[in-house]
């Protein structure tokens, strides 16, 4: 047995515990493809480590112990019509931690912020974010309070996209006024050029509607960012 393939335990009882699945020795031994007996022998280890705990109905748990084991990246975005810009943020996202997890806004503070409606639903956007390869796991924001994610997620490194509007110091301000002093923010510095969601748009709209005119054309391409 290796480092690494404890550290596969923990992270997978911590994604777990995001998803609201339980973790059992089954449910493990599945999601990681190792015997039992093999996860058996780990997690017990594991225990007399303090670094996991078992409760009565023998599910794990990460102990504050074995949280500390691996480097947890919190990404957020919309995300509505995944493209290689956002495929490019949880890539370099993922470089810097050992877990990703995406934060998705919700259906309500799209249309707020963005003043659109998103293409795909909220469901729809965290179902196809959570199977990109470089993401872990991939939950919807809550609609009035982000602190609310950050006592679930509990993360190390906050990354903010090249394009993204935010203040890292604002963002820092907030977060370690509520006790994450220690979490780093961090802005992606490169970025693939000229590829966005509104782009995107504007070509799908200019390709199926050749038949208008120039006015109605212009009017369709008004699609905010």
């Known amino acids: 047995m290796t480092g690494i393939e404890y550290k596969l ?7 777990n ?6 973790s059992s020795l089954t449910s493990i031994s599945r999601q990681l493809g190792f015997s039992l007996e093999f996860v058996s022998t780990l997690i017990e280890s594991l225990v007399e ?16 112990v074995g949280r500390k084991l691996i480097s947890v990246v919190l990404t957020g975005g919309t995300f509505d019509i995944l493209h290689v810009g956002h495929l490019f943020t949880f890539n370099q ?18 249309e707020k912020l963005k003043k659109h409606t998103p293409t795909n639903s909220q469901e729809d956007r965290v179902e196809l974010v959570d199977h990109v390869k470089a993401v872990d796991a991939a939950i919807i924001g809550d609609e009035d309070d982000f602190m609310k994610i950050m006592d679930l997620v509990q993360p190390d490194i906050i990354t903010v996209g090249f394009d993204q509007k935010h203040d890292e110091r604002d963002l820092y301000n907030t977060i370690s006024s509520k006790g ?19 782009k995107i748009v ?5 390709h199926n509607y050749r038949q208008f005119d120039d006015d109605n054309l212009e009017t369709l391409l008004k699609f905010p960012d």
């Open 49 to 64: 480590k303090g670094s996991v705990e078992v409760d009565p109905d023998n599910k794990y748990h990460l102990t504050v």
């Open 93 to 110: 996202s993922k470089l810097l931690g050992d877990v990703l997890v995406v934060v998705l806004a919700t259906d309500r503070n799209v």
């Open 202 to 206: 504007q070509e799908i709209i200019k």
């Open 9 to 15: 335990v923990i992270k997978q009882i911590y994604i």
């Open 17 to 22: 515990s995001l998803k609201g699945i339980k």
């Open 180 to 198: 994450y002093s220690h979490v780093k923010i961090i802005r992606l510095q490169k970025h693939v050029s000229g590829k966005s969601t509104s």
